[in-house]
């Protein structure tokens, strides 16, 4: 069972109800060790103080702040504790908005809102009305040292919270823009019967990293020393000229019904036939 990376409580109008929040989601990759080019032994990382010139223990080191260049302010544990806004344990709702007004482009990092002991029922009570209403909450919560916004949406058997970026932490879009009067009306619409055409409900499960197969397969392969096998590159793409023709052929490769197993079978025991006879002269 996963750990809680913060308890408190959510706090809406006179209501509170205990929660803990658990990530909901992480990047898997294949990270690599560093090695001596020369014998192939791993290299260790050595903090070291200039000012004495030698090389320090971990526990030796503190936080701190440079406020002038090469003069710091040093921070410890107990100046956080003084400072900690009340958002480190009460997750306080300061609004609700239609979950579909904020932009993607906001949302950081996905965490499962689980109810606290004798939480359950204004939980599920919170839970409930949210999805019946269409509405996502705002607010605020202080973890990793850093108080955040937050979205609380209803999933689909609970509550779940992105954190948000800032709007000074969101990059302008001045340089990003599109003039929709240059779309001609019928590319526009060949273009919508495309979508259309590709159009399916969302599944993960379709989808895998494949580069990360690929490197796992290299590395099983060297270490039993076999040869790693190259995979064809990508086929480099001309720019389009004539997008119009370009959308129709791919609608007519998107509405290419593909072969049904009865057909199948009678195209593979055509080509098996030939084999059968020479195996029987």
Not at 39 to 53: G, H, I, M, P, T
Not at 192 to 200: D, H, T, V, Y
Not at 205 to 226: H, L
Request: hydrophobic share 40%; proline share 5%.
């Amino acid at each position: 069972m996963a750990s809680s990376v913060w308890n408190g409580h959510i706090s809406f109008g006179l209501v509170s109800l205990p929660v803990k929040l658990v990530v909901a989601a992480r990047s898997e990759t294949i990270s690599f060790n560093q090695l001596h080019k020369t014998d192939n032994s791993r290299v260790k990382q050595v903090l070291y103080c200039q000012a004495e010139d030698k090389p320090v223990e971990r526990v030796e080191l503190v936080k701190g702040y440079e406020y002038e260049k090469g003069k710091y302010v040093v921070i410890d544990e107990e100046d956080l504790k003084k400072i900690r806004p009340k958002t480190a344990k009460v997750m306080e709702i300061l609004e609700f908005v239609k979950a579909g007004e904020v932009d993607g482009v906001y949302l950081e990092s996905s965490y499962y809102v689980q109810p606290g002991e004798a939480g359950e029922k204004p939980y599920t009570l919170l839970f409930a009305a949210m999805r019946e209403s269409g509405y996502a909450a705002v607010a605020k919560v202080t973890m990793y040292q850093r108080e955040h916004v937050v979205l609380l949406r209803p999933g689909r058997r609970g509550l779940i919270l992105h954190t948000l970026y800032y709007q000074d932490e969101v990059r302008a879009t001045d340089e990003f823009r599109a003039d929709t009067s240059e779309a001609k009306a019928n590319e526009l619409k060949m273009a919508q019967s495309l979508i259309e055409a590709m159009a399916g409900e969302f599944d993960p499960e379709k989808f895998k990293d494949s580069y990360r197969t690929q490197i796992t397969a290299m590395i099983d392969a060297k270490v039993k020393g076999k040869e790693v096998v190259e995979v064809p590159e990508a086929e480099e793409l001309a720019p389009v000229i004539d997008i119009m023709e370009a959308l129709k052929k791919s609608l007519a490769v998107v509405k290419k019904p593909p072969a049904t197993e009865k057909e199948a079978r009678p195209a593979a025991a055509k080509k098996a036939k030939p084999a059968a006879k020479r195996a029987a002269s």
